[in-house]
């Protein structure tokens, strides 16, 4: 599952409330113990530290007696535990077909079950809003005794069976997805009916009818009864019946098709390998499907036909990162396709159903708007690919083990970047991974395994998905690639078709590697919290000695006031050449000290850059600069330009025209918003980039940087910005750059940009128009609000708003407000188009209220409250509360 919606949701909130090649270097082999020149100093919190690692020895015999006056709880820790197994469920079989009208799904189930262990004459299904027509035994005409509280279908049997005795029950029912008084959901998966119509009455033309489900968490029980528990699994047969001119995807390879004599087909679909319900899936729809083969395995890429031609774009490297993973892990992709598909109005970013992957529109692209953003599809396809090994091969237990599905699939993106685009891509994606972490811990957090959640829906956060991943990528650095992923295949293959938690990949990489690893998994997977360190560096010229202190800050509820943390240190002398030392630190504040012929021109500690950490590293301007010029990784250049920003120096200045040339593009982009503008070798340098950077988006930045000169002799520059080649971020920033020195170019410009008609440029475009509204431009806004989505929305819509007060015409106004609230009260449109349509009516509000205009302020706020009444999505009406 990789969640995309509610944390854009949550920035563009944030910022509308505020005012918007080849596989890389391997990663460090197992380190050795501290070289005997490394001496490890006495610190005020304790004796002198071993070498070794001290081991945690339990304490025999000791008696703990609770002080009288601390307060005593009475009950428990809270804690989720897994599912019960009371049944194997071991096959099902579904024959289905659709009522579009009233959106609902007739069904019929046959369950292969057995008792677990012990007899029993009862069966439990999750059922959840369905109505029930019959529960038999298969073969049998006898009705079975059930009763049913629209959640659960609690079955009696006809006698008590034993154990390894097979039934088969036969449920037939109407599931109703719709036909609910309010719907669930969360910030990472944002409805839970589990079947989704989509323009089901066909009423919106600009839009596909659709079916797809999302099963994830416990979802598919709206449409198809099972035991629906992440730790269940079995193998599934699909009888899929809809209009001839449907397509049908579903899990496992289709058998047949058969056309029946009422103009419907059905389509069998037969899933051979056991996995998980919440992975089951169908997609039925009006797609293009385009064919590819990886080895002997079929690939199909289900796009809409207009991107028929884009599909193998869409779906980026899909055989190569197929191979890639396979051979990385040494275990072969294990499934027998491997399809993927685009719906509408999809309810999170992508769901790893087992050989049939579920994206959001957000996918679909042509190849110009994806020179701007190819990565967001390649991330997010090996992200799901990658759970086909690790979430559908092996399952996570329950949600509070959910790492044990996410973190994997969020490390395989880094995995991939480094393979095909090099470390430095890599590591500037881990990076800004980590800092998503950070910034949701900042209470310090809960622990990576956290069976004391309140909701399993919290469980698809920052920490099952970056933290997650971080800990895979500091397990790694620690092991060495070759055990690392050794230590993975171990794991895949002892618990392969079969749930785990952290434990198993514990003793895997134990077992792999021979050492004991509690200590890891009990600090980044059951502790929660991260270090944050305070990093100083002094010289003893008399003892020629270099010394380290490490003082760890961190502080919160559950966070360890110490991390055991085994560090690489690099000790460069003025030449660049360094020695690389191995420490371990084990206590609050500590000091190392290292023998040096002279001092350090840089001691850089972490120099793996692996570490999950805060960090205030206390390094000269010197010494930044030094680290810029030799330190090897990306976050090294990366920390050095950071720390130098506030300096106006030569050496700063030095640094910045270095990095303006440096060979990844982050670090050239970071340092435009660091150049110096009354520095004419910069701003050639500037001019170059805008021109010519092979990177869009540290073009775009460039012109953007450029245009701050206010000079016109850019103009031609920016006008090449506008060409037909061009990636729309470079098309959007030269168009801003010339409205401000030839407004009247940039005029004409727009004007036949609308043209184009793509989605690239409308918020641009929309901006453009909003500075000097003109009733010109009304059809466009009035074109473009019918269709806009995602990320996109938020800024046309808020453009659209500003057009409007602008232009101050009521009667238009009225009428453009009349239409944002048909968007918002439409459920079958999206999150993204309801709140930014919402957003905009709570604008134009605000600006009557501000030009003392309040009976027509008062009739507005009179929809807002209408519109939060109807609104059924708990996270849109919480949002709606601060208009």
């Not at 774009?313 to 197929?322: A, F, H, K």
């Not at 949701?440 to 309140?454: M, N, Q, R, V």
């Not at 920490?463 to 895979?472: D, I, M, W």
């Amino acid at each position: 599952m990789k969640n995309l919606i509610m944390p854009a949701l949550v920035a563009a909130s944030v910022i509308y409330f505020a005012c918007t090649p080849k596989a890389g270097s391997k990663m460090g082999e197992t380190p050795p113990p501290p070289p005997s020149d490394v001496e490890i100093v006495e610190t005020q919190e304790g004796d002198y530290l071993e070498e070794e690692m001290m081991e945690y020895e339990m304490l025999d015999g000791v008696d703990v007696m609770a002080d009288e006056d601390m307060s005593v709880p009475d009950t428990l820790a809270p804690y989720n535990a897994s599912n019960t197994f009371v049944h194997d469920l071991k096959h099902t079989k579904i024959e289905i077909d659709f009522d579009w009208t009233k959106k609902r799904a007739n069904g019929r189930a046959t369950l292969t079950l057995s008792p677990w262990f012990y007899t029993t004459d009862h069966l439990s299904l999750d059922a959840k809003n369905f109505i029930i027509k019959s529960v038999k035994l298969e073969g049998k005409n006898d009705t079975l005794a059930y009763k049913y509280d629209n959640e659960k279908l609690n079955i009696t049997l006809d006698r008590t069976y034993k154990r390894n005795e097979e039934f088969k029950v036969v449920i037939t029912y109407v599931a109703r997805p719709d036909e609910r008084e309010s719907f669930g959901g969360s910030a990472a998966i944002t409805g839970d009916k589990g079947l989704y119509f989509i323009n089901a009455d066909g009423a919106d033309p600009e839009k596909p009818r659709q079916i797809w489900t999302q099963g994830e968490t416990e979802s598919n029980s709206y449409w198809f009864p099972t035991v629906d528990k992440p730790n269940e699994r079995c193998t599934q047969e699909m009888y899929i019946t809809v209009e001839d001119k449907y397509k049908t995807l579903s899990n496992g390879l289709m058998v047949s098709s058969k056309k029946n004599a009422n103009g419907t087909r059905t389509d069998y679909w037969k899933m051979d390998k056991p996995h998980a319900p919440y992975l089951f899936m169908m997609a039925i729809g009006e797609f293009a499907v385009v064919k590819d083969k990886w080895r002997d395995i079929e690939l199909t890429y289900y796009v809409e036909p207009k991107y028929e031609a884009y599909a193998k774009d869409i779906y980026p490297y899909t055989p190569e990162m197929l191979e890639l993973f396979s051979t990385k892990l040494g275990y072969n992709y294990p499934w027998s396709k491997y399809a993927q598909v685009v719906v509408r109005d999809y309810v999170s970013g992508a769901m790893e159903n087992t050989t049939a992957v579920i994206f959001g529109e957000f996918m679909q692209k042509n190849k110009r708007e994806l020179l701007d953003d190819h990565l967001t599809n390649e991330k997010v396809v090996a992200h799901e690919m990658f759970h086909h090994w690790f979430g559908d091969l092996v399952t996570t237990e329950n949600w509070a083990n959910l790492t044990m599905n996410e973190g994997f699939a969020n490390y395989s993106e880094y995995m991939w970047l480094e393979h095909k685009y090099g470390r430095d891509a890599a590591d500037y994606h881990e990076y800004n991974e980590q800092q998503g972490y950070i910034f949701s811990a900042a209470d310090g957090g809960h622990p990576l395994i956290h069976f004391g959640y309140e909701d399993k829906e919290s469980m698809f956060d920052a920490h099952s998905y970056n933290k997650g991943g971080a800990a895979l990528h500091m397990l790694r650095d620690l092991l060495g690639d070759e055990a690392f992923f050794a230590s993975l295949n171990r794991y895949l293959k002892d618990n392969q078709y079969t749930d785990v938690e952290a434990h198993e990949l514990r003793l895997a990489v134990e077992d792999v590697t021979g050492r004991d690893m509690n200590w890891f998994f009990n600090q980044w997977y059951f502790g929660a919290g991260h270090p944050n360190l305070v990093i100083s560096y002094d010289w003893d010229n008399n003892a020629r000695t270099a010394s380290v202190t490490i003082e760890q800050t961190q502080t919160g509820e559950n966070v360890a006031p110490i991390f055991q943390l085994p560090l690489q240190v690099d000790v460069y002398d003025a030449s660049g050449a360094k020695t690389t030392q191995q420490i371990v630190v084990t206590k609050r504040n500590q000091t190392f000290t290292f023998g040096a012929t002279s001092k350090p021109a840089l001691i850089n500690v972490d120099a793996s850059k692996s570490l999950l950490c805060v960090k205030d590293d206390r390094h000269t301007p010197e010494e930044w600069a030094f680290m810029f010029k030799h330190a090897p990784l990306f976050r090294d250049r990366w920390e050095a330009l950071e720390a130098l920003q506030q300096e106006e120096s030569p050496l700063s200045k030095d640094v910045v025209s270095a990095a303006l040339n440096d060979k990844f593009w982050a670090i050239r982009e970071r340092a435009l918003e660091m150049a110096d503008l009354s520095d004419p070798a910069q701003i050639a340098r500037l001019a170059a980039m805008a021109e010519n950077d092979p990177q869009p988006s540290t073009r775009a930045t460039a012109i953007a940087k450029l245009s701050e000169t206010e000079d016109a002799q850019y103009a031609k520059l920016y006008e090449k910005g506008l060409a037909s080649d061009q990636p729309y971020s470079v098309v959007t920033q030269a168009l801003t750059a010339l409205s401000a020195v030839d407004p009247a170019a940039a005029a004409i410009a727009a004007q036949n940009l609308k043209i184009d008609n793509s989605e690239g440029l409308v918020v641009p475009l929309a901006e453009l128009f909003a500075e000097k509204p003109d009733r010109a431009n009304l059809d466009f806004y009035q074109k473009n609000a019918t269709k806009i989505d995602y990320l996109g929305a938020f800024a046309f819509f808020d453009a659209y708003q500003r057009y409007l007060v602008g232009l101050n015409d009521q009667a238009i106004t009225d009428a453009g407000v009349l239409s944002w609230k048909g968007i918002a009260l439409n459920t079958e449109t999206s999150q993204w188009r309801r709140f930014s349509a919402t957003k905009a009516i709570a604008d134009v509000r605000n600006a009557l209220r501000e030009n003392n205009q309040s009976a027509k302020a008062e009739e507005y706020s009179a929809m807002l409250t209408e519109i939060k009444s109807k609104e059924k999505d708990e996270t849109l009406k919480m949002y709606y509360d601060m208009f």
